[in-house]
Structure formats: structure tokens, C-alpha cells
Nanobody
Framework: QVQLVESGGGLVQPGGSLRLSCAASGIIFNIDVMGWYRQAPGKQRELVASVTSGGGTNYAESVKGRFAISRDNAKNTVYLQMNSLKSEDTAVYYC??????????????WGRGTLVTVSS
């Protein structure tokens, strides 16, 4: 149905920047919200940022003012610009897409994740 592939992760020093990308393919009609989640070792997965098809955004308090999510509907791609990175941002970042079902409800799709390591 929908395949999500993340890219852009890597090693960066504290205070540095990275830009993550997530490309969607397959049957991409009726995708509503897309977002980024992250999971650090020993911690639960948490929402980082989300964006609707109309451009509305939502951010975790810990990343407000530092991260920015954007979406290119023509390219079926969502981005996460990460600035002023801190060591606590270290995690595997996952792309998510929620698709509206014709019979009701939503189905969630997930990428395989990309690792972001913030360390000096």
C-alpha cells in the first residue's frame, strides 16, 4: 500500500544541524497526517513533529524553536530540519503516515528508521 523510506541521519556535533527526508511511494491517496517519531535506547517512542496535508504543524515541547517539519505534496516527501542539536536528541527517527480508510478509521504506516547521533 504505502512505503516510507527515511534518509539523512548520521553523526553530528552538539549545536549542529541535520535534515531528514521521508519519501512515500505506493498507493499514496488519502494520506492525511505525516510525522516524525523518535525512540532512544531504553525509552518509549515519542512524537517529534507532525504535519497535515494542508500544512498545519505540531511539535513536541522539547524541539520547539529548533526543529521544523515541512511537506512537499508534489514530491510525496516530508522533511525534518533539525538545528541546535543536543545530545538528548540522539535516537532512531521514524517517519509515519496515517491513511484514511474508505470503510472508516485510519491505518498507520512506518518507515524503518534512520539513526541520529549527537556527540562530540
Amino acid at each position: 500500500q504505502v512505503q516510507l523510506v527515511e534518509s539523512g541521519g548520521g553523526l553530528v556535533q552538539p549545536g549542529g544541524s541535520l535534515r531528514l527526508s521521508c519519501a512515500a511511494s505506493g498507493i499514496i491517496f488519502n494520506i492525511d497526517v505525516m510525522g516524525w517519531y523518535r525512540q532512544a535506547p531504553g525509552k518509549q517512542r515519542e512524537l517529534v513533529a507532525s504535519v497535515t496535508s494542508g500544512g498545519g504543524t505540531n511539535y513536541a515541547e522539547s524541539v520547539k524553536g529548533r526543529f521544523a517539519i515541512s511537506r512537499d505534496n508534489a514530491k510525496n516527501t516530508v522533511y525534518l530540519q533539525m538545528n541546535s542539536l543536543k545530545s538528548e536528541d540522539t535516537a532512531v527517527y521514524y517517519c509515519n503516515a496515517d491513511k484514511v480508510r474508505s470503510i472508516g478509521g485510519l491505518v498507520a504506516f512506518w518507515g524503518r528508521g534512520t539513526l541520529v547521533t549527537v556527540s562530540s
